[in-house]
């Protein structure tokens, strides 16, 4: 079963079964810095969150290791996120856990791939297996792809200033 869930300019957003969607994205940008941008506790905290002021309270970039990003928007409002890195491959492969301080108990696993396309540009695949259907249609109806696509040109600012 492969059902597109929105259509977006920048990320394919496709349901692929009940509980998993598969997100693929273009940067322009090498695999090694998507990585350093994704694993950099400092480059983290310029793009995550839409481009937000995000506090980066925790991030232990190793297997078992915890991390957890406060987003605090414009309008004074502050969301957590947290999680566990369950397996890395440096420069290929971030698998971790993701959840939200505003569901607690409902925990996604995000596995995400960086892809060398040969011409300086990366292919991110990030596939979401969620506990439950109703926790996949109720990420998707709480607008995920436009939050998504609103944090992803915020990387592609940051992957666009010199090194």
Do not use: C
């Amino acid at each position: 079963m492969t059902t597109q869930v929105a259509s977006s300019p920048k990320a394919l957003v496709t349901q692929t079964s009940e509980r998993e969607l598969r997100i693929e994205r273009i940067f322009n940008a090498s695999r090694e810095r998507v990585w350093r941008a994704m694993t950099d506790p400092a480059l983290v905290a310029q793009w995550w969150g839409r481009g937000n002021k995000v506090v980066v309270e925790r991030m232990d970039v190793q297997r078992g290791g915890h991390w957890r990003f406060v987003e605090h928007a414009p309008d004074g409002s502050t969301h957590g996120f947290e999680g566990r890195y369950r397996e890395l491959k440096p420069m290929e492969l971030i698998e971790q856990t993701f959840e939200w301080d505003g569901a607690p108990g409902h925990v996604t696993v995000e596995t995400m791939t960086l892809e060398d396309l040969g011409d300086g540009r990366t292919k991110l695949v990030t596939r979401s297996l969620f506990h439950t259907a109703e926790d996949l249609q109720g990420m998707v109806g709480a607008g995920m792809e436009q939050g998504l696509n609103e944090t992803y040109a915020a990387l592609d600012r940051l992957l666009a200033r010199p090194h």
